[in-house]
């Protein structure tokens, strides 16, 4: 399951996002998606899953192009985790995992069901939480669900936009070794992240995006240069590396007083 | 090329991982209280009425009906009319259009996200009683005593499809904009009812008044048997796409991402509703809040699971407004109170309750 | 959990049981009895008739002269069974008068039963129905106007005569279900065809006969009163006064008026007077605009009573509708008022309507 996109342009209510950009995503890689902001990544993610349709250029999964997928099937190829976790009622915990599973509702994989929502709880540690109601749920909980959801999905794709925006440590690191692993098994996941450092220990590749086009495309050591992102994202950045790991510095803004505030009270 | 089944992961008490045992002995227990409760109160409410039958007759009117010789029949001598011409198609007309308004309720909920709709938000309510008037004042009598209901139906699904070809956008129909073409849809058929009441003499506007205010008065068997169609099939698409429904939930994208045909899927749940709805206001009446609180009741009881959901509504319905309808028909000697404003009564406070108690849980308005 | 469902159910019935309450108290099953200033009225040849009529001042209140039943026989000669065909082309064999059920809006239809001397048969009586021979009557209807199936059938009629004026329809379906034979007769009330109306009756009933006689003595007294009315009503057009009938009811604003075909046109005109809305082409019963009814300039005003009392009488009428203060009738406080259950119901007290109609008019010193 090969995802293409050839010279690919959207627009979002008349605004030209994408400029040009063309990449392929293959089974067995863990890609990046990262950028400033208003680069334009979620609608990149966007045109992946299928929401959006290109203004020009294609967007093909195995082939074929997204817009002439039916719904039902392409869900049983790519699966989407969404940047904010909305739910209209109070379902319990297992029961918004158990919704992946639709795309496999009346065909003999839906006998595995239970077992696959079981692992996949499992997988991002809300085994514990599956009789709590969803939203009673903290961010990073609700998060996690949510991934816990694309994974019950088991499709080959899997695009997540900013998986690990709530998370603390433990957290973002377990769901980063899923998308790891989930990678190593053949799946093709993209995954849109805000933190470089992050993006660069667990990625295979790293997509820059900047105003809409691709700046870069590449493994981390090639992409992660501090000149390169500092004209990205506007800011100096130092890159360094710390026992083989990538760590990305932004260089700190100092305020230099340049004199002493003349009503600063005499200390006895 | 289907996606390969991850490993089995080893917890780390080394046993394969398995769900906590799902608890679903409350769903039964309430199927289980709701059904004893109608059949209780079916049996309690053949045995009162402005006729006074004791329940000894009521039981003998029963048997002897079915063929066996058991039991006395009633004495009085329209006693067994009584009961069989006014009283038992009243109260199956009450459990019928009781369920058919909770489960429309539970409909409209979920394809809409929000545990605020009520399937008068599509226009079914106004559409059918605008038609209504409209045969009550010209005085159209196409199919005898049936064309008032008939119109009533037809007037309230084009009403429905009417609100949803407007809000159609691009393929897509978003909530908030179906809802505003509801409140514009219903504004005109508000001004035709009002149009039509303006034109009729005061036996008419009488009748308009009686038909808005919801009744069961003069139920028929004739309508028992044409409304309990409508209600099976619409329970029966109802429960067919319970899990679908569920999956609204997430929210029309991740809905679509899961696999839903979001619009078809709306599509039908909105001709179910209006089926539904249509089915029950035109013998009826206009008899609101049951759509409302029956399923907010239920869903605080069992969750908001569809597959037990809609079911449940349509058993606590047909429970509630065969009560309202007791009450409506025995509280005051020789009256007859519309039993919308029974219903109004209690779900207008009680809504209002339930607004502050659910907020947080229900997840707040999508 | 289910104690909080409990406690939900709990709280349901009390509101429940309280919202009965509530409507209960709220529902007045009666209806507009005699008030009692209702004292017989005098007949129009002994009344103290004005000089003027159009510049009198003052209100009154028209009361019958009798509302006694005067059967046209006691011995009434039945021939049963009947076969007739109802004003609604649906026919319908009578074998049984026993229990016999009319019920109308008026109360014309029981009335008519009873002067046909067939009153000892009549088993319940619907809220119009107010005269001493039928007050003891169980009453068939709730809320006023409609018709209350269980109420019906717990009488066992053998016969109902209606018209379409209550409901609901289908009730009147659920008593042909039942077996019991139900007459619908023209609901139309006004002088034209109060003779036809008893005779449908009558034939019903299987009195043709008595029914006969019966039309005849409404018609002749009902001429013999318009004759009376005749001789001290304005004959000229311009100098007869301008009347209109007003529906009034209660705080909102609203009245209506009464025009063509409503019956009140032919009142209006047995009595001698001009009716305004012939000038507008008014049909049916419809809500005024307040300039229309200053523009119509009406010197009297004909009015249900309890619509009179629900806007607090004449001095509320003019506080509340200040266009009717702008008219002759307002000005000159020309409000004539009678019983909600007579004033339209035209049937066998039609004469003892116009009298009493006329005498306030004409002579309310009298009525006084």
Same mark, same amino acid.
């Given at each position: 399951?090969?995802?293409?996109?050839?010279?690919?342009?959207?627009?979002?209510?008349?605004?030209?996002?994408?400029?040009?950009?063309?990449?392929?995503?293959?089974?067995?890689?863990?890609?990046?998606?990262?950028?400033?902001?208003?680069?334009?990544?979620?609608?990149?993610?966007?045109?992946?899953?299928?929401?959006?349709?290109?203004?020009?250029?294609?967007?093909?999964?195995?082939?074929?192009?997204?817009?002439?997928?039916?719904?039902?099937?392409?869900?049983?190829?790519?699966?989407?985790?969404? *940047?904010? *976790?909305?739910?209209?009622?109070?379902?319990?915990?297992?029961?918004?995992?158990?919704?992946?599973?639709?795309?496999?509702?009346?065909?003999?994989?839906?006998?595995?069901?239970?077992?696959?929502?079981?692992?996949?709880?499992?997988?991002?540690?809300?085994?514990?939480?599956?009789?709590?109601?969803?939203?009673?749920?903290?961010?990073?909980?609700?998060?996690?669900?949510?991934?816990?959801?694309?994974?019950?999905?088991?499709?080959?794709?899997?695009?997540?936009?900013?998986?690990?925006?709530?998370?603390?440590?433990?957290? *973002?690191?377990?769901?980063?070794?899923?998308?790891?692993?989930?990678?190593?098994?053949?799946?093709?996941?993209?995954?849109?992240?805000?933190?470089?450092?992050?993006?660069?220990?667990?990625?295979?590749?790293?997509?820059?995006?900047?105003?809409?086009?691709?700046?870069?495309?590449?493994?981390?050591?090639?992409?992660?240069?501090?000149?390169?992102?500092?004209?990205?994202?506007?800011?100096?950045?130092?890159?360094?590396?710390?026992?083989?790991?990538?760590?990305?510095?932004?260089?700190?803004?100092?305020?230099?007083?340049?004199?002493?505030?003349?009503?600063?009270?005499?200390?006895? | 090329?289907?996606?390969?089944?991850?490993?089995?992961?080893?917890?780390?008490?080394?046993?394969?991982?398995?769900?906590?045992?799902?608890?679903?002995?409350?769903?039964?227990?309430?199927?289980?209280?709701?059904?004893?409760?109608?059949?209780?109160?079916? +049996?309690?409410?053949?045995?009162?009425?402005?006729?006074?039958?004791?329940?000894?007759?009521?039981?003998?009117?029963?048997?002897?009906?079915?063929?066996?010789?058991?039991?006395?029949?009633?004495?009085?001598?329209?006693?067994?009319?009584?009961?069989?011409?006014?009283?038992?198609?009243?109260?199956?007309?009450?459990?019928?259009?009781?369920?058919?308004?909770?489960?429309?309720?539970?409909?409209?909920?979920?394809?809409?996200?929000?545990?605020?709709?009520?399937?008068?938000?599509?226009? +079914?309510?106004?559409?059918?009683?605008?038609?209504?008037?409209?045969?009550?004042?010209?005085?159209?009598?196409?199919?005898?005593?049936?064309?008032?209901? %008939?119109?009533?139906?037809?007037?309230?699904?084009?009403?429905?499809?009417?609100?949803?070809?407007?809000?159609?956008?691009?393929?897509?129909?978003?909530?908030?904009?179906?809802?505003?073409?509801?409140?514009? +849809?219903?504004?005109?058929?508000?001004?035709?009812?009002?149009?039509?009441?303006?034109?009729?003499?005061?036996?008419?506007?009488?009748?308009?008044?009686?038909?808005?205010?919801?009744?069961?008065?003069?139920?028929?068997?004739?309508?028992?048997?044409?409304?309990?169609?409508?209600?099976?099939?619409?329970?029966?698409?109802?429960? %067919?796409?319970?899990?679908?429904?569920?999956?609204?939930? @997430?929210?029309?994208?991740?809905?679509?991402?899961?696999?839903?045909?979001?619009?078809? %899927?709306?599509?039908?749940?909105?001709?179910?509703?209006?089926? @539904?709805?249509?089915?029950?206001?035109?013998?009826?009446?206009?008899?609101?809040?049951?759509? @409302?609180?029956?399923?907010?009741?239920?869903?605080?009881?069992?969750?908001?699971?569809?597959?037990?959901?809609?079911?449940?509504?349509?058993?606590?319905?047909?429970?509630?407004?065969?009560?309202?309808?007791?009450?409506?028909?025995?509280?005051?000697?020789?009256?007859? @109170?519309?039993?919308?404003?029974?219903?109004?009564? +209690?779900?207008?406070?009680?809504?209002?309750?339930?607004?502050?108690?659910?907020?947080?849980?229900?997840?707040?308005?999508? | 959990?289910?104690?909080?469902?409990?406690?939900?159910?709990?709280?349901?019935?009390?509101?429940?049981?309280?919202?009965?309450?509530?409507?209960?108290?709220?529902?007045?099953?009666?209806?507009?009895?005699?008030?009692?200033?209702?004292?017989?009225?005098?007949?129009?040849?002994?009344?103290?008739?004005?000089?003027?009529?159009?510049?009198?001042?003052?209100?009154?209140?028209?009361?019958?002269?009798?509302?006694?039943?005067?059967?046209?026989?006691?011995?009434?000669?039945?021939?049963?069974?009947?076969?007739?065909?109802?004003?609604?082309?649906?026919?319908?064999?009578?074998?049984?008068?026993?229990?016999?059920?009319?019920?109308?809006?008026?109360?014309?239809?029981?009335?008519?039963?009873?002067?046909?001397?067939?009153?000892?048969?009549?088993?319940?009586?619907?809220?119009?129905?107010?005269?001493?021979?039928?007050?003891?009557?169980?009453?068939?209807?709730?809320?006023?106007?409609?018709?209350?199936?269980?109420?019906?059938?717990?009488?066992?009629?053998?016969?109902?005569?209606?018209?379409?004026?209550?409901?609901?329809?289908?009730?009147?379906?659920?008593?042909?279900?039942?077996?019991?034979?139900?007459?619908?007769?023209?609901?139309?009330?006004?002088?034209?065809?109060?003779?036809?109306?008893?005779?449908?009756?009558?034939?019903?009933?299987?009195?043709?006969?008595?029914?006969?006689?019966?039309?005849?003595?409404?018609?002749?007294?009902?001429?013999?009163?318009?004759?009376?009315?005749?001789?001290?009503?304005?004959?000229?057009?311009?100098?007869?006064?301008?009347?209109?009938?007003?529906?009034?009811?209660?705080?909102?604003?609203?009245?209506?008026?009464?025009?063509?075909?409503?019956?009140?046109?032919?009142?209006?005109?047995?009595?001698?007077?001009?009716?305004?809305?012939?000038?507008?082409?008014?049909?049916?019963?419809?809500?005024?605009?307040?300039?229309?009814?200053?523009?119509?300039?009406?010197?009297?005003?004909?009015?249900?009573?309890?619509?009179?009392?629900?806007?607090?009488?004449?001095?509320?009428?003019?506080?509340?509708?200040?266009?009717?203060?702008?008219?002759?009738?307002?000005?000159?406080?020309?409000?004539?008022?009678?019983?909600?259950?007579?004033?339209?119901?035209?049937?066998?007290?039609?004469?003892?309507?116009?009298?009493?109609?006329?005498?306030?008019?004409?002579?309310?010193?009298?009525?006084?």
């Amino acid at each position: 399951m090969t995802l293409r996109l050839t010279k690919v342009s959207a627009s979002l209510g008349g605004h030209p996002i994408l400029h040009d950009v063309s990449l392929e995503i293959v089974p067995g890689e863990l890609v990046a998606l990262v950028g400033p902001n208003g680069a334009g990544k979620t609608t990149l993610l966007s045109v992946m899953s299928g929401d959006v349709e290109p203004s020009s250029g294609t967007a093909e999964l195995d082939g074929v192009e997204l817009r002439r997928w039916k719904v039902s099937a392409l869900a049983r190829q790519r699966a989407v985790l969404p *940047q904010e *976790q909305r739910l209209a009622f109070g379902f319990r915990v297992v029961d918004v995992v158990r919704m992946g599973r639709a795309p496999w509702a009346r065909l003999p994989e839906e006998d595995l069901d239970d077992t696959i929502v079981a692992e996949s709880m499992h997988r991002t540690d809300v085994l514990g939480l599956a009789e709590r109601t969803f939203p009673t749920l903290s961010g990073g909980e609700k998060a996690r669900t949510s991934f816990a959801r694309v994974l019950a999905q088991q499709t080959s794709v899997a695009l997540l936009d900013e998986p690990t925006a709530a998370l603390d440590i433990r957290h *973002q690191e377990q769901v980063l070794a899923e998308a790891r692993r989930l990678a190593a098994d053949g799946h093709a996941v993209v995954a849109v992240l805000h933190d470089l450092t992050v993006a660069a220990a667990h990625a295979d590749r790293i997509c820059v995006l900047a105003d809409g086009r691709l700046r870069a495309d590449g493994p981390p050591r090639e992409v992660m240069q501090p000149d390169v992102l500092g004209e990205v994202y506007g800011h100096p950045v130092d890159v360094i590396d710390h026992q083989g790991r990538l760590v990305v510095l932004p260089h700190l803004i100092n305020h230099t007083p340049t004199e002493e505030p003349s009503c600063a009270p005499a200390l006895s | 090329m289907t996606a390969t089944l991850p490993s089995r992961p080893t917890a780390t008490t080394g046993a394969p991982v398995t769900l906590p045992r799902h608890r679903s002995a409350r769903a039964t227990a309430l199927f289980i209280v709701l059904g004893i409760a109608l059949a209780l109160l079916t +049996v309690y409410a053949a045995g009162r009425g402005q006729l006074a039958i004791p329940a000894g007759e009521v039981w003998g009117s029963i048997m002897h009906r079915i063929g066996l010789d058991w039991g006395t029949m009633p004495t009085h001598p329209q006693g067994d009319n009584t009961l069989w011409q006014v009283r038992f198609p009243r109260i199956a007309l009450a459990i019928i259009v009781g369920a058919a308004l909770s489960s429309a309720g539970a409909l409209m909920q979920g394809i809409f996200g929000n545990p605020l709709a009520e399937p008068s938000v599509v226009g +079914v309510s106004t559409g059918a009683a605008f038609a209504a008037a409209f045969v009550i004042v010209f005085q159209i009598n196409l199919v005898g005593s049936w064309t008032t209901a %008939l119109f009533a139906f037809v007037g309230g699904l084009i009403t429905t499809l009417l609100v949803y070809a407007l809000s159609r956008a691009d393929g897509r129909t978003e909530v908030v904009t179906l809802v505003l073409t509801g409140i514009a +849809v219903n504004a005109v058929c508000s001004a035709g009812l009002a149009l039509m009441i303006f034109l009729g003499d005061t036996q008419e506007r009488e009748q308009i008044v009686f038909w808005q205010l919801g009744s069961l008065n003069g139920s028929r068997w004739e309508y028992v048997g044409v409304v309990t169609p409508f209600v099976v099939v619409g329970l029966l698409g109802a429960m %067919l796409m319970a899990r679908k429904l569920d999956v609204l939930a @997430l929210g029309d994208r991740a809905a679509r991402h899961v696999g839903i045909d979001v619009e078809r %899927l709306r599509l039908v749940a909105i001709v179910l509703v209006a089926l @539904l709805t249509a089915a029950a206001v035109s013998f009826a009446g206009i008899i609101a809040f049951v759509g @409302l609180v029956v399923p907010h009741l239920i869903r605080m009881l069992v969750g908001p699971g569809h597959r037990v959901l809609v079911p449940a509504s349509a058993l606590a319905g047909a429970v509630l407004l065969l009560g309202a309808d007791l009450i409506a028909r025995t509280a005051v000697t020789g009256a007859d @109170l519309p039993i919308g404003m029974l219903t109004s009564l +209690v779900g207008g406070p009680f809504f209002f309750w339930l607004l502050r108690r659910t907020r947080k849980t229900a997840g707040g308005w999508a | 959990m289910h104690r909080p469902a409990l406690r939900i159910v709990q709280r349901l019935a009390i509101v429940a049981l309280f919202a009965s309450v509530v409507a209960a108290c709220g529902i007045t099953p009666g209806g507009s009895g005699p008030s009692g200033n209702d004292a017989a009225a005098v007949d129009l040849a002994s009344a103290e008739v004005l000089t003027d009529a159009k510049t009198y001042v003052g209100e009154a209140h028209a009361s019958l002269a009798s509302t006694a039943i005067k059967p046209i026989t006691n011995d009434p000669q039945q021939t049963l069974p009947v076969t007739v065909t109802d004003a609604q082309g649906t026919t319908v064999t009578i074998t049984d008068t026993s229990r016999i059920l009319a019920l109308d809006i008026y109360g014309t239809l029981s009335q008519t039963v009873f002067e046909l001397g067939l009153g000892d048969q009549v088993v319940g009586r619907d809220i119009s129905t107010q005269f001493d021979e039928a007050a003891e009557l169980p009453l068939v209807t709730s809320n006023g106007h409609d018709l209350n199936a269980e109420s019906i059938l717990a009488l066992d009629p053998t016969v109902i005569l209606t018209d379409t004026s209550l409901g609901p329809w289908d009730v009147i379906l659920q008593m042909r279900d039942s077996g019991i034979p139900v007459v619908v007769t023209d609901s139309k009330r006004s002088l034209d065809n109060v003779g036809s109306l008893t005779e449908e009756i009558a034939a019903a009933l299987g009195v043709p006969a008595e029914g006969k006689l019966l039309s005849e003595r409404i018609e002749k007294e009902a001429a013999a009163t318009q004759a009376e009315i005749a001789k001290v009503a304005p004959q000229a057009v311009q100098d007869k006064l301008r009347m209109v009938f007003l529906y009034v009811r209660g705080q909102a604003g609203v009245y209506y008026m009464f025009g063509e075909g409503s019956g009140a046109d032919g009142l209006i005109e047995a009595v001698g007077g001009y009716d305004v809305t012939k000038e507008i082409d008014w049909n049916g019963m419809k809500p005024v605009n307040d300039e229309a009814i200053i523009a119509a300039q009406p010197d009297l005003i004909i009015m249900m009573t309890k619509g009179l009392e629900s806007v607090g009488g004449v001095d509320g009428l003019l506080d509340r509708l200040p266009a009717i203060a702008n008219t002759p009738a307002g000005e000159n406080r020309r409000i004539v008022d009678m019983q909600d259950s007579q004033v339209l119901s035209f049937g066998p007290r039609t004469a003892e309507v116009l009298n009493s109609l006329a005498v306030a008019i004409y002579a309310p010193e009298s009525a006084r």
